[in-house]
């Protein structure tokens, strides 16, 4: 299941982490070889991602949202 990044904040250890529309975290590391996310590391690029679609792997087994509104909201 794809779903839409609408957000981003730092986790303990200052490493990326989406906000998905499902209510879902996910790491959005950019770990070269093994991971290319190099928009990631820039507050332009990560921007340019709001909306990109990303698999939920937590959608797929039920799990409880991590969070419920978006800061703001």
């Known amino acids: 299941m794809k779903l839409a990044i609408v957000g981003y ?3 303990e ?3 990326w982490v989406a906000k ?3 209510g879902h975290n996910q790491h959005v590391r950019h770990n070269p070889p093994w991971v290319s ?3 990631v590391v820039t507050e332009v690029g990560r921007k340019q991602m709001l909306g990109f ?3 939920c792997v937590k959608c ?3 799990q409880p949202r991590d969070w419920l509104t978006l800061e703001g909201e």
């Open 9 to 11: 904040h730092l986790d």
């Open 13 to 15: 250890d200052g490493h």
């Open 20 to 22: 998905l529309e499902c």
């Open 37 to 39: 996310r190099p928009w």
């Open 53 to 55: 679609k990303l698999g």
């Open 60 to 62: 797929l087994q039920q």
